[in-house]
């Protein structure tokens, strides 16, 4: 059996081709890197990655030539392996093999930990943090642009450099003999030419290098929101929104800006360089030797003072972004602040964070003072002692006007090349650590939203029976799964049991914390079943995709929310993103490299199983896209004028001159609670799901507007599956069957009128509360 496998991406994947899946258990990999190790015989692995370690049992066999004797692996680099069976040899990059017993179990992780902390050293970085190599990638897309742009940073510089020789060579042809200033009008167009030649390629190097950065900038703000909208919500109970939206700002333009500081870093050195080899040329040995102590001296002072001025930048940026991170807590929650009448306080303790921000900015803009005045100081008595040496020499006649002159600007050319790098490379650390900062979120393994559907997800869509069934589902938020302390979790349900049949109602009554919310959250899959099982008709939930289970899913809460876009567009958008969602799974499927067409089975008898599900789903995806499209195309007016009405939507639309074009406000602040609920309402109503939950969906309105709305929602609940969670007397006759959740355990389940012909005493409490 040939086994052919490629690492494909930063985070080690294996995907095989021509074999039978049970042969991936020979290899196994480590965390997030390529640490590969082979613990049973295999005739064949390319891998097709650098730098990586191998780790392979001493009792590995491979076959090494056509009549097809065995070695072994030898502790040795290796830089070939033959394919034998194909007749070919196949050159990979060099290995670093490591043998161990693969039957002791002990020595296999001591193998790992050992080797894991050689591989970091090896690479340079922690397996968990972003190496230099890795930021440097988000270049490489624009490597063809880049190239031009440093070709024609290489070409200024070097022209810079000889600016100084020509107008050296023009000052020294007028104080010459008068027969040499013929030559004079020559040198001055030469140095015009040169000018232009400088200024040409500075114009396209800076040109690229920005278009460069904001094809980066786009590329990167595309991928990290990609990659945030798409994590589990786990994600965002550990991220800060502040920090998560700081990232698509900040550190995205300034992790774009690393090619405009390196291509000062590499013109600064290059002027540094330059400018010192011709400045000591040029220079006779006394006034080098005049220079010598000095400028060392000065360069010590410099870079010693240097460290110590980005200590306290990183001090002033840490105070600052406590500060930052603060006031936009606040202002984000403004509404808790202002009910508790918080805003005297909240003021007062933001200038406290000020105030520690003023005092590290003074010390701050203090050393950014003394900065100045070393440079100057220096810069200023280098100056001064040249022209007055200079001009010494001069008058000895130990060197001409024009070589002083270009003198002059070659050690303003070393000196300011010298500070610019500095100030690059600092420059550069902030932008690796932005960038750093980027990568760790984009580098984040992909969730279940980069997968496309399984089989089973279609089926489930396919079959058409939406029930729902409960079986001893127990879920606990303690994350600490240890069986030794089970007796200590806090279970917010217990063994919970029922049956909902398709199509059929229920109303799950509750005391607050009974366990109402956390049942809406494990059947719209925000949490994961610790316990039990949910089955949604045959199918278990964990083994329908949960944009699948979604898209026949609708959720309409207590807490209504609405995007800052019209009334219309409010109600368009479950549409959209569904139709939006397929368009993506059809691109997820592509991007798997798997390849639909009629002759697939023909070509490659192994796959053929696993052929027809992915042909199946790839068409099932495509008959939804067109049939989602002409639901959207066959919304017209008239469809949503009759959900206005039913919802009374239309009592505060007539009241505008652009009816349902208005625009809600962030968050519908435009509209009352009523309205932005009756809104709210008819969005998630108007796709028509299957499947239909309910929280206590008219919290926020009056009687009246009650007894209306729960009117159109026993219109609209005809032909699906519903479960509403309430305490409210008045949508219990709308539903088939009543479940009374206490603590976390379901105390009683059963037809409507059963319960209430017997009510349990949790129950009595609730409709003795309503009456």
């Known amino acids: ?258 090619l405009i500081h390196l291509s000062f870093g590499i013109r600064n050195f290059i002027a540094a360089l330059i400018g010192g080899i011709c400045a000591l040329h040029i220079s006779p040995s006394k006034l080098f030797n005049s220079f010598l102590l000095p400028v060392s001296a000065c360069l010590l002072i410099g870079t010693s003072y240097g460290k ?150 279609i089926n489930f869509l396919k079959r058409n029976n939406y029930s729902i069934k409960f079986e001893n589902v127990s879920f606990s938020y303690d994350n600490n799964n240890n069986n030794e302390i089970e007796e200590k979790k806090n279970y917010a349900l217990k063994n919970v049991s029922f049956y909902l049949p398709h199509n059929k109602s229920v109303a799950i009554v509750g005391k607050s914390g009974s366990g109402k919310t956390t049942i809406l959250n494990l059947l719209s899959k925000k949490n994961i079943v610790n316990e039990g099982n949910i089955y949604f008709g045959d199918f278990n939930i964990n083994k329908i995709n949960s944009s699948a289970l979604r898209s026949i899913l609708s959720v309409i809460t207590q807490d209504p929310f609405l995007f800052n876009i019209s009334v219309k567009s409010n109600l368009l958008y479950p549409h959209k993103a569904h139709h939006e969602m397929l368009k993506e799974q059809v691109e997820l499927i592509k991007k798997k490299d798997i390849f639909i067409n009629e002759n697939l089975n023909e070509q490659n008898n192994n796959l053929h199983g696993i052929t027809n599900d992915v042909k199946e789903i790839y068409a099932y995806l495509l008959k939804e896209i067109q049939k989602t499209q002409e639901n959207i195309n066959n919304i017209t007016t008239d469809k949503l004028r009759n959900i206005y009405k039913d919802l009374h939507i239309h009592d505060f639309l007539n009241n505008y001159s652009n009816y349902d074009n208005i625009n809600v406000g962030v968050s519908g602040s435009f509209l009352s609670g009523g309205q932005k609920q009756r809104v709210y309402i008819a969005q998630n109503l108007l796709k028509n799901n299957k499947i239909l939950i309910l929280d206590e969906p008219t919290s926020s309105l009056d009687k009246l507007s009650e007894n209306i709305i729960n009117e159109a929602l026993y219109k609209y609940m005809k032909g699906k599956t519903t479960i509403i969670f309430t305490h409210r007397l008045a949508l219990l006759k709308f539903v088939d069957y009543i479940g009374v959740l206490n603590d976390g355990i379901m105390i009683q389940f059963d037809l409507r009128n059963k319960v209430l012909q017997n009510p349990c005493d949790i129950l009595k409490q609730i409709l003795n509360q309503n009456i």
């Open 1 to 258: 059996m040939i086994i052919n496998q490629y690492i494909v991406n930063h985070y080690f994947k294996i995907i095989p081709h021509n074999i039978l899946s049970n042969n991936i258990k020979n290899i196994s990999y480590h965390k997030n890197r390529n640490i590969i190790y082979i613990t049973k015989n295999i005739n064949y692995i390319s891998l097709k990655k650098k730098k990586d370690f191998l780790f392979i049992n001493k009792n590995v066999r491979y076959n090494t030539n056509n009549n097809n004797n065995t070695n072994f692996f030898k502790k040795e680099n290796l830089s070939k392996i033959e394919n034998t069976q194909n007749g070919f040899t196949k050159s990979i990059y060099r290995w670093k093999i490591r043998l161990f017993d693969g039957t002791n179990k002990n020595k296999l992780i001591k193998i790992k930990n050992i080797f894991k902390e050689k591989y970091e050293k090896k690479m340079g970085s922690n397996l968990d943090g972003i190496s230099l190599k890795d930021v440097f990638k988000i270049l490489k897309k624009e490597r063809k642009y880049l190239a031009l742009a440093f070709a024609c940073l290489l070409i200024s510089s070097l022209g810079q450099m000889v600016f100084p020789m020509c107008i050296s060579k023009i000052i020294n042809l007028y104080g010459g003999k008068e027969e040499s200033l013929k030559y004079l009008m020559n040198e001055v167009y030469k140095t015009i030419l040169l000018i232009l030649g400088i200024s040409t390629f500075s114009f396209f190097r800076i040109y690229l290098i920005e278009t460069s950065i904001e094809k980066i900038t786009r590329r990167l703000r595309k991928n990290l929101f990609e990659k945030i909208i798409n994590q589990n919500l786990s994600f965002f109970d550990k991220q800060k929104t502040g920090e998560l939206i700081n990232r698509l700002s900040n550190d995205i333009e300034i992790s774009s800006k690393i």
């Open 308 to 457: 110590y001025v980005k200590r306290i930048s990183i001090k002033k940026q840490e105070k600052l972004s406590n500060c930052i991170d603060f006031a936009s807590e606040k202002i984000y929650n403004i509404g808790y602040v202002r009910l508790l009448n918080g805003e005297s306080f909240e003021k007062k303790e933001f200038t406290k964070y000020l105030n520690e921000v003023y005092k590290i900015g003074k010390k701050y803009s203090l050393v950014k003072a003394g900065n100045h005045f070393l440079f100057f100081s220096i810069i200023s008595l280098f100056l001064l002692h040249l022209i007055y040496y200079g001009n010494y020499l001069i008058v000895s006649n130990l060197i001409n006007t024009g070589d002083l002159f270009s003198l002059i600007m070659y050690s303003l050319f070393c000196g300011s090349g010298i500070q610019g790098i500095m100030h690059a490379i600092g420059d550069l650390q902030k932008c690796i650590g932005s960038c750093s900062k980027v990568l760790q979120i984009i580098n984040l393994p992909d969730s279940e939203f980069n997968d496309y559907w399984l089989k089973n997800s």
